[in-house]
């Protein structure tokens, strides 16, 4: 057991519950204090809006859920994701790919609650050129589990595994 919670993964760790909570708290700000859902929009910045969407989906309005089924099976779903990015994470040893798995983890869990007590993922961000809007309302979950995406991805093309060194007697040595 001693293994098993080394300094990268408990870096992960908090790093999962801190996007979390942060995620969460937006989330409460848009409800409550900004009323966000009874306004509507919220103009702040030439290229950035907060602006209300009740995300029923998963992602790019894929999976919808069109009935209470559809919405517990996503939270099962979801949550099978997140199970299985927190055992990849508990059982990486890098801290790259730790910190990638924890933004991914600690999003999901943020949209996980929102679905269960919802119904849906609460999204807000609106950034846009004019008219033109290149990513669709998100939330900060959304933006993590994208950038914890990219940073796997990225990793597992860009950085090769070391080559296999050997001791003087020929056999393989390992790092641990």
């Known amino acids: 057991m001693k293994g098993l ?36 929009n919220i103009h702040l910045l030439p290229f950035f809006d907060l602006t209300w969407v009740e995300n029923y989906g998963v992602s790019l309005g894929m999976l919808t859920a069109r009935s209470m089924e559809m919405r517990w099976g996503l939270v099962a779903l979801t949550a099978l994701i997140a199970l299985v990015v927190a055992v990849w994470m508990m059982r990486e040893k890098l801290l790259g790919e730790i910190l990638g798995l924890s933004l991914i983890l600690g999003g999901a869990l943020g949209n996980i609650v929102d679905r269960v007590k919802f119904g849906y993922v609460v999204d807000y961000a609106d950034f846009h050129i004019g008219d033109f809007r290149p990513f669709l309302v998100f939330n900060l979950a959304d933006a993590a589990i994208t950038i ?29």
């Open 5 to 40: 919670f080394t300094r990268p993964r408990v870096i992960g760790l908090a790093l999962a519950g801190l996007i979390f909570v942060v995620d969460q708290w937006l989330k409460w700000l848009m409800i409550g204090p900004l009323q966000l859902r009874q306004v509507g």
């Open 148 to 176: 914890g995406v990219v940073i796997i991805l990225a990793r597992s093309f860009l950085i090769s595994e070391k080559p296999e060194t050997k001791n003087d007697a020929g056999a393989p040595v390992t790092e641990n």
